[in-house]
């Protein structure tokens, strides 16, 4: 009896491991995944210790190392990233009525820069790293 219990456990972990293999996302659907998302330049792409792994550059230029998970994609840099670009941000910005921008940078997980707003005014800016809305002005 035990014997029958144990390779009926057996039986019922591989399946469960060939379940979870055919749910996982394929290296080409991780590639593709991770370039819609922003990233760039994506390489060392491999599955190891149950997550695929990569090397890649975000939209915002850094040089990241990413775990991602093989079923849902969620991507897991090691550093703060930003899925927008400088000129993503640039734009924003434009487009909320700030002139003469300068000084953009993606600094402690935000970008940060420089402008005049809509009253002539400088001013030093911090904008969510993923809508690139201002979050915060400070006058400079």
Known sequence: MKKIASLTIATALVFAGMA????ALTEHQVQSS???QGYSKVHDLDFRNGVWTAK???ANGKNVAVRVDPRTGQVFPDKPVSRLSEADVRASLSTQGYTHVHDVDFDGGVWTAKADNEAGKKVKLQLDPETGRVIGSDRH
């Open 56 to 58: 890649a550059r975000s």
């Open 20 to 23: 979870m293999a055919q749910d």
């Open 34 to 36: 991770l370039e819609r």
